[in-house]
């Protein structure tokens, strides 16, 4: 289960990959189609969200930035 962090309430376009960039903000870049490439990232909404070791950190459906426990290989 995903825990949200920030709400943002970025719209989301077609054709963009939204992502948490390394300094906690949305960011997105054009997504390489058909042999075309890609764009250079742009940021959406400065959010600035520490992150902490173990989470994967994404932008949800409804926009807002949430984490997820990552599964490790050698623990189970």
Known sequence: M???VAKVGVKRADGY???V???GDISRAKMARGGKKGG???KVAK???KKAGGYLYF???HGDISRA???RAGKR
């Open 40 to 42: 250079k990232p742009e």
């Open 47 to 49: 959010c600035g969200v």
């Open 2 to 4: 995903a825990e949200k």
């Open 17 to 19: 990959l939204y992502y």
């Open 69 to 71: 426990k990552m599964r």
């Open 59 to 61: 932008v949800d459906k």
């Open 21 to 23: 960039d390394k300094n």
